[in-house]
Nanobody, 115 residues
């Protein structure tokens, strides 16, 4: 079992920045990868970024050059640094952990970008 708690969402003007955090606990040594997804009203949940247990990172084309995923193993926390935010980035952002065939999710944190 893995528990995930997101924080750091909020209201920001277009062009601004936010940093999301995902604190994870439980069977963290069996985590294969962690990532961020987002879901805007009326849309399906979409993948944003991923970091593997080996430290490799991947980002969706829509956020490349603006968002960065990183981790602090000492704090059991994964971050999503979001710069140059756009109104279309408005969504609920969810932290995800992959453990073997299983996916674990946080409760989500709202990010709202206004122009």
């Amino acid at each position: 079992q893995v528990q995930l708690v997101e924080s750091g969402g909020g209201l920001v003007q277009a062009g601004g920045s936010l940093r999301l955090s995902c604190a994870h606990s439980g069977s963290i040594f069996s985590i294969n990868a962690m990532g961020w997804y987002r879901q805007a009203p009326g849309n399906q949940r979409e993948w944003v970024a991923r970091i593997t247990s080996g430290g490799s990172t991947y980002r969706a084309d829509s956020v490349k050059g603006r968002f960065t995923i990183s981790r602090d193993n000492a704090k059991n926390t994964v971050y999503l640094q979001m710069n140059s935010l756009k109104p279309e980035d408005t969504a609920v952002y969810y932290c995800n952990a992959v453990v073997g065939p299983y996916n674990y999710w946080g409760q989500g944190t709202q990010v709202t970008v206004f122009s």
